[in-house]
Nanobody, 123 residues
Framework: QVQLIESGGGLVQAGGSLRLSCAAS????????IGWFRQAPGKEREFVAG????????YYEDSVKGRFTISRDNAKNTVYLLMNSLKPGDTAVYYC????????????????WGQGTQVTVSS
């Protein structure tokens, strides 16, 4: 079992930056690949970024490549999502998830989810 808690969301103007954190407790953090997803009102939950257990591999959805950076600090049991050059289209609830049983880009593959943090980007 692992518990995930997201933080760092908020209201920001277009072009601004936010850094989200996903703090984990429970089983050994390095056991888990971690993904970030987002869900806007009326839309399906979509993959944003993922990171392998020791951070050597990272993955991004095309629309955030070059703007978002995922990283992890295993000593602190925390994964980060640094979001730069934010756009109104990035507005959503952002979730972190752990332990995908197969492809990390698919939300239904994940066993554990946080409660989400709201990101709102104003134009």
């Amino acid at each position: 079992q692992v518990q995930l808690i997201e933080s760092g969301g908020g209201l920001v103007q277009a072009g601004g930056s936010l850094r989200l954190s996903c703090a984990a407790s429970g089983r050994t953090f390095t056991s888990y690949t971690i993904g970030w997803f987002r869900q806007a009102p009326g839309k399906e939950r979509e993959f944003v970024a993922g990171i392998s257990r020791f951070g050597q591999h990272t993955y991004y959805e095309d629309s955030v490549k070059g703007r978002f950076t995922i990283s992890r600090d295993n000593a602190k049991n925390t994964v980060y999502l640094l979001m730069n050059s934010l756009k109104p289209g990035d507005t959503a609830v952002y979730y972190c998830a752990a332990d995908p049983v197969y492809g990390l880009r698919v939300s239904r593959n994940y066993n554990y989810w946080g409660q989400g943090t709201q990101v709102t980007v104003s134009s």
